[in-house]
């Protein structure tokens, strides 16, 4: 199995989530409310530069109306 960079997972990561809230044409305000979190705090993680926990992950995947697997699953090179 071949090991990603942290930093690398965490940017396309942080492109997948905001490629899913842009087909809901949400904004980071919107998904921050149906979270219940911080429009700021969802910046960070769609730019890479957050780490966040997996119940901050399941958080995004509801808000989503995804499954925790599909917004974690990336795109292969």
């Known amino acids: 199995m071949q090991s990603i960079r942290n930093d690398i997972f965490l940017t396309q990561l942080g492109k997948r989530i905001k490629q899913l809230r842009e087909e809901r ?3 980071l305000l919107d998904l921050a409310v149906r979270m219940n ?3 700021e705090q969802l910046y960070r993680i769609e730019h890479g530069k957050r780490n966040c926990s997996i119940c901050t992950l399941q958080k995004i ?3 989503l109306d995804v ?3 599909e917004l974690v699953t990336l ?3």
């Open 37 to 39: 979190n911080h429009a």
């Open 75 to 77: 795109p292969k090179k």
């Open 61 to 63: 995947a509801e808000a």
């Open 67 to 69: 499954s925790l697997p």
């Open 25 to 27: 044409s949400l904004t």
